[in-house]
């Protein structure tokens, strides 16, 4: 059979350690974990079973495994001790029998994404990146349906526009917007990449660069994909009416919103339905039988037998985009129903803020 591994590792500390071990969390404080995290072993979390491709029938199995360090420790620690527990998390899957090894949020984001880890394996690596590029926009773009926003006149943005995961999403994005807005925390960098979308001339979108996150309250459609451990996204920088993706993990748009802006439609990006009658026999936060997208591409690979290093480094290429998409859609994978603070977006919750956005009579004729 077939098979895969796929590294977790706690982003909310406290949170994900209760998840594989209750009494543990209940004994330590963050600090505490701060400070003993990176001595812990690489754990085995469960076994994945149930996977079936729609396309061919064929059945995997594969592994959660988990690096024991948090997103602050993968920021701070020396780049080296960190690709070294990110190796031996990979070697534990190896030893359990995965062809193929994902690397989740931020073990994906560390140093050079992913590159020096697929070097150090035996087994092929992944971060996930491309199909997460387009499960993001998936997503978005059904959201602006639902939002009755036409993308050809959406004002649009990417946050964290420089990033691997930003790059791409503003790449595609620039072709079905009318104006698109890169932000990011360095004017250069913004500038560099906003030159190479217009010399490949594949669109006529009027582009703009910040680094400052006010330019929110002009756009329709936003894209969220920074590395930060805080949230970037208050509930001021938003316009009523508009949509925000947030593929980050931790997440860049911030709590408050969900209790603060009734008026405005926050969506997880990232999470799709898995073929077959999936059990992860973990509980990572999301309903059953539905994945990350970066777990979809590991996953998707391997009933593919596609053993092979696919999304690594800080550039991925639209055409793996591109093909991954068609990989995961021949074998069953689907955009998932939304999520928003881990809760599900029915439609009377669409319809609120639909209405909540709307301008009163009153407001209409005062202006
Ligand atoms: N949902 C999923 O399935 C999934 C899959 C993979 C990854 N992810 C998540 O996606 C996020 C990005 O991953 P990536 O691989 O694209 O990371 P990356 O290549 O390191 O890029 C992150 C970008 O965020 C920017 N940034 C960091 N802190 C910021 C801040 N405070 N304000 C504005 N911009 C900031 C960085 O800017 P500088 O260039 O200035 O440093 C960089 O451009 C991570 O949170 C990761 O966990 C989610």
Redesign the pocket.
């Known amino acids: 059979m077939d098979t895969f591994g796929f590294i977790i590792h706690p982003?909310d500390p406290k949170r994900d350690i209760s998840r594989k071990f209750p009494l543990l969390a209940k004994l330590v404080n963050e600090r505490q974990i701060y400070r003993y995290a990176p001595y812990f072993p690489p754990v085995y979390i469960s076994e994945i079973t149930g996977i079936r491709s729609a396309f061919s029938g064929k059945e995997i199995k594969g592994w959660f495994v988990a690096c024991p360090l948090t997103p602050a420790h993968v920021l701070q620690l020396p780049e080296k001790r960190v690709y070294r527990k990110i190796i031996d998390t990979g070697r534990l899957a190896e030893r359990l029998g995965a062809k193929i090894l994902g690397l989740?949020?931020?073990t994906?984001?560390a140093g050079d994404?992913g590159v020096t880890i697929a070097k150090a394996m035996d087994v092929p690596v992944t971060?996930?990146?491309s199909y997460?590029v387009s499960?993001?926009l998936q997503a978005l773009y059904k959201a602006a349906e639902v939002m009755d926003i036409q993308l050809e006149h959406a004002s649009a943005a990417v946050?964290?526009?420089?990033?691997?995961?930003?790059r791409v999403c503003a790449e595609l994005l620039a072709e079905n917007v009318a104006r698109l807005h890169l932000?990011?925390?360095?004017i250069e960098?913004l500038e560099r990449l906003r030159d190479e979308i217009v010399a490949a001339k594949r669109s006529a979108v009027d582009l703009r660069v910040s680094t400052d996150m006010s330019v929110l309250k002009e756009s329709d459609l936003i894209v969220t994909?920074?590395?930060?451990m805080?949230s970037?996204i208050e509930p001021e920088h938003l316009r009523a009416g508009s949509v925000v993706c947030d593929?980050?993990?931790?997440r860049?748009v911030s709590a408050k919103i969900a209790s603060t802006r009734d008026d405005v439609l926050v969506i997880?990006?990232?999470m799709v339905d898995v073929p077959g009658l999936v059990d992860f026999h973990f509980d990572f936060g999301f309903p059953p039988g539905k994945a990350?997208?970066?777990?979809a591409e590991t996953i998707a690979l391997a009933l593919e037998g596609r053993f092979e290093d696919y999304s690594l480094g800080?550039q991925i290429s639209r055409a793996r985009v591109e093909e991954i998409t068609a990989i995961a859609e021949k074998h069953g994978f689907r955009l998932s129903g939304f999520r928003s603070f881990e809760r599900a977006v029915t439609d009377e919750m669409i319809d609120r803020v639909r209405q909540k956005a709307r301008p009163t009579h009153i407001e209409f004729i005062g202006k």
């Open positions: 982003i989740g949020a931020y994906s984001v994404g971060t996930g990146d997460t499960v993001a946050v964290g526009a420089t990033g691997t995961i930003g932000i990011g925390r360095k960098t994909v920074t590395s930060s805080e970037v593929v980050a993990r931790p860049d997880d990006g990232g990350y997208a970066c777990m800080k």
